[in-house]
């Protein structure tokens, strides 16, 4: 277990996020879950997702030279925002090699945050942030296969814990794997158990911890589900060793369980998240039989929903 | 001005509130807003609102004998499911009076909060909740007209101030005037600029402070906003004397403003607002040429949005 992300390098990256991410509120849903639920609110961060800790810790801990030279990663997600407000923050530059097809919504907000942005096929996304990288002498920002990254989604789980010290289960959304290692790694050791969630369509994290090998889906089978943040294929390697070693369990929610968590989401607790964020209130609500018994938070990981895909589910007899 | 709320009124009002309402979070906007503006997410509430923090404060000041025969009130917004919580967290029977024609979903809210709700014509409330009172010798609890309710309404001020020392303006949506009164009570006397924000279609306060008297609007008018919580026809009396001391100018928005401020709400925030929640933000983003210069906090005063409502504002192209 040497390879694993220690507590020590999860408080180090407390203290370089301070003043720079959301101490995200820990908000009590008891009085409408049925159970003792909390709600982690990671959607409430600036750029709507938890990516933003991992890619400022990142950064941080850069050698300060090549970082001068500028950040590079490839993604059509949360994390091509959360590199670019990292990088903004500290005043250096960020290229980012977006997909064509990714969601003009998020393009825009990639450049917003005065991010280059370079379009390519998909297949050919990891060559050209290789050749940006090459060219400009910059550093490659991985989204979640990286000690730093993983240290940085861990001050999820030491929030959690100083907001309330009793908590005995944390359910965390599953894509490469990131968010879980991190909050396995602060929280596992002292007791809490770590719960992850993935959708049906999707769950090549379950079928890898159930069988012992880590395991790839298809692009075809993960693009199935609506939670566009867990469309990773399989865990990355270092993600997957914390997940063997330090995950409880790992259970998996139907496409309209995540809906109707949405809507509970919406109407109940009062807060947006899109798909991949409400995975895990999902869990509570359909799954609660398969999860262990005790104070529980859920992770909200995100809340940039699609506008039409949130409007279908407040109002799920409109026709599309 | 020995009749308006003083600050030891208030001071005292957040010790009564301890551990039983959500001390809510000041969340950063200005990342997204174009200027240095924060929103104090009272939509974050158990009950999707500000009201349970007057009510629970209103309760705790009752004298015990005759608190122990109940509370008693008339509301169909969110005072109602306010003062049923706050009974239910001290274990006193609740009767609320609702008006035929409110939405089912604030009606079934009330009923599982384990109050009894009565059911009247809308003309005929006062006078039924009155015959509650008269035969269980129970305690009336207005929603806004009193030194307590303001006091409770006041803790928002005391937060604000608590989390952002350097505030210098703060937006509060105007209806009845318990809200405004108790921040303006707070803040106002430290040097902080509390603005009022109404809908244009129910500015009967706005009306008020410019001619100096205080105004009634028609039931007919102000049922013309989106935003029913803010359909009261006239502030208060206690309200109005605190308005016309201590508030610095009141705003008010259009229709579209307020609609296009709180799809920013869910898009860039990711929380939810119920329109008459959104007027503040939608002062900033509309009409800040008529607002004090300065550091701003909007007060998202509540969530309970109609989710009809909410997916027409997300999708807006789309058919009602």
Same mark, same amino acid.
């Given at each position: #277990?040497?390879?694993?992300?220690?507590?020590?390098?999860?408080?180090?990256? +407390?203290?370089?996020?301070?003043?720079? $991410?959301?101490?995200?509120?820990?908000? %009590?849903?008891?009085?409408?879950?049925?159970?003792?639920?909390?709600?982690?609110?990671?959607?409430?961060?600036? $750029?709507?997702?938890?990516?933003?800790?991992?890619?400022?810790?990142?950064?941080?801990?850069?050698?300060?030279?090549?970082?001068?030279?500028?950040?590079?990663?490839?993604?059509?997600?949360?994390?091509?925002?959360?590199?670019?407000?990292?990088?903004?923050?500290?005043?250096?530059?960020?290229?980012?090699?977006?997909?064509?097809?990714?969601?003009?919504?998020?393009? +825009?907000?990639?450049?917003?945050?005065?991010?280059?942005?370079? !379009? &390519? %096929?998909?297949?050919?996304?990891?060559?050209?942030?290789?050749?940006?990288?090459?060219?400009?002498?910059?550093?490659?920002?991985?989204?979640?296969?990286?000690?730093?990254?993983? +240290?940085?989604?861990?001050?999820?789980?030491?929030?959690?814990?100083? +907001?309330?010290?009793?908590?005995?289960?944390?359910?965390?959304?599953?894509?490469?794997?990131?968010?879980?290692?991190?909050?396995?790694?602060?929280?596992?050791? !002292?007791?809490?158990?770590?719960?992850?969630?993935?959708?049906?369509?999707?769950?090549?994290?379950?079928?890898?911890?159930?069988?012992?090998?880590? $395991?790839?889906?298809?692009?075809?089978?993960?693009?199935? &589900?609506?939670?566009?943040?867990?469309? #990773? $294929?399989?865990?990355?390697?270092?993600?997957?060793?914390?997940?063997?070693?330090?995950?409880?369990?790992?259970?998996?929610?139907?496409?309209?369980?995540?809906?109707?968590?949405? !809507?509970?989401?919406?109407?109940?607790? !009062?807060?947006?998240?899109?798909?991949?964020?409400?995975?895990?209130?999902?869990?509570?609500?359909?799954?609660?039989?398969?999860?262990?018994?005790?104070? &529980?938070?859920?992770?909200?990981?995100?809340?940039?929903?699609?506008?039409?895909?949130?409007?279908?589910?407040?109002?799920?007899?409109?026709?599309?």
């Amino acid at each position: #277990m040497s390879g694993l992300v220690g507590p020590d390098s999860i408080t180090s990256a +407390a203290s370089q996020l301070d003043g720079a $991410t959301v101490r995200t509120p820990l908000l %009590d849903a008891s009085h409408w879950a049925g159970g003792p639920l909390s709600l982690k609110l990671e959607n409430l961060q600036p $750029t709507g997702a938890f990516k933003v800790r991992g890619a400022t810790v990142a950064v941080a801990r850069l050698d300060p030279v090549a970082r001068a030279r500028g950040v590079v990663t490839h993604s059509s997600g949360n994390h091509a925002q959360a590199l670019a407000w990292a990088a903004r923050a500290v005043g250096i530059p960020a290229t980012i090699v977006i997909p064509h097809g990714a969601p003009a919504g998020k393009v +825009a907000a990639t450049e917003g945050l005065g991010a280059r942005v370079l !379009r &390519t %096929d998909a297949a050919r996304r990891a060559e050209v942030a290789g050749a940006v990288v090459a060219e400009s002498g910059g550093v490659l920002v991985a989204p979640y296969d990286h000690p730093d990254i993983i +240290a940085g989604q861990g001050t999820v789980g030491l929030e959690i814990l100083d +907001a309330d010290p009793t908590v005995e289960v944390v359910l965390v959304p599953v894509s490469g794997g990131g968010l879980i290692s991190g909050i396995a790694a602060a929280l596992a050791r !002292r007791g809490v158990r770590v719960v992850g969630v993935e959708p049906e369509l999707a769950a090549d994290a379950a079928e890898s911890l159930r069988t012992g090998v880590r $395991t790839a889906w298809t692009p075809e089978q993960v693009a199935r &589900t609506a939670a566009d943040g867990l469309r #990773m $294929t399989q865990l990355g390697a270092l993600p997957w060793e914390h997940v063997r070693a330090l995950v409880d369990r790992i259970v998996t929610v139907a496409e309209d369980e995540i809906a109707d968590a949405a !809507r509970a989401l919406v109407l109940r607790a !009062r807060v947006v998240a899109e798909p991949s964020g409400a995975v895990s209130t999902a869990a509570w609500l359909h799954h609660r039989a398969e999860l262990p018994a005790g104070r &529980t938070v859920a992770v909200v990981s995100g809340g940039n929903a699609d506008p039409g895909w949130l409007a279908g589910v407040l109002r799920p007899t409109a026709p599309p």
